[in-house]
């Protein structure tokens, strides 16, 4: 999965648990029993997928920085072939643009 695919999947259980939340504070006047257990159900799992989601984006965050300590690596230990591989990926780009 890529990492915008990742981040888009964070932003939208980002926005369930929020959601789920409300519904929570708008039925907590409801004083039947099945609606108190639903509640406390929903509560949990709520609790659940944010801690999970906080596991999610601690775990997203440390490979980002390993992939970027990775990348720093590379091009100080390769910079001459750092800069050839720019400039051939600079030379394709061009040719693919200036055949439009």
């Known amino acids: ?11 939208d259980l ?21 609606a108190r257990d639903a509640r406390q159900r929903a509560s949990g799992s709520v609790e659940q ?8 984006e601690e775990d997203l965050t440390a490979r980002a920085k ?4 990775d990348a720093g690596r590379y091009l100080k230990d390769n910079p ?5 591989i720019a400039a051939a990926v600079g030379v394709v780009v061009g040719l693919m ?4």
């Open 1 to 11: 999965m890529s990492e915008a695919n990742t981040r888009k999947l964070m932003e």
């Open 66 to 69: 390993a992939a970027a300590d």
């Open 97 to 100: 643009l200036g055949r439009r």
């Open 80 to 84: 001459w072939q750092s800069i050839g």
């Open 49 to 56: 997928a944010r801690k999970r989601l906080e596991e999610l």
């Open 14 to 34: 980002r926005a369930v648990v929020a959601d789920a939340e409300a519904l929570l504070n708008a039925t907590a006047h409801d004083a039947s029993e099945k």
